[in-house]
């Protein structure tokens, strides 16, 4: 069981975002940028393109007012999105909000966020949502 299975299980507590039948989203309590925002599948696969088609479209079918609720709630040009999918062997896509190229650039520091903040973080992006 991934980190992030048990996350979507509810043993290991998050900043929920959204969640139906086949997806969960979640504050990154180590964001790259304030609003950083995790899109799971609630399907256990390590590589995203191993899902089937039609479970990838819905993916960004849910993700798609997540990103627009980030953008109306960060001072950014867009929200961004990323799929690395190196450091948890589970699914995952990454919601940014971004001004340039640089902000999805995951070699810089990522420092964790207090509760405080990512409780804060969460509300905006509820209130937009």
Do not use: W
């Not at 940014?96 to 640089?102: D, E, G, L, M, V």
């Amino acid at each position: 069981m991934t980190i992030f299975s048990k996350i979507i299980a509810g043993e290991i507590p998050a900043y929920k975002i959204a969640e139906n039948d086949q997806f969960f989203a979640f504050l990154d309590i180590f964001p790259l940028r304030e609003g950083h925002v995790l899109v799971v599948p609630k399907t256990e696969v390590d590589n995203l393109f191993d899902l089937p088609a039609a479970y990838l479209q819905e993916m960004l079918v849910f993700a798609q007012p997540i990103a627009k609720a980030i953008e109306k709630s960060f001072d950014c040009n867009r929200c961004g999105i990323s799929v690395i999918g190196l450091e948890v062997p589970h699914a995952h896509m990454h919601l940014i909000p971004i001004n340039s190229a640089n902000d999805l650039n995951f070699n810089q520091p990522k420092p964790q966020g207090t509760a405080a903040q990512l409780k804060s973080v969460q509300e905006r992006i509820l209130a937009n949502l």
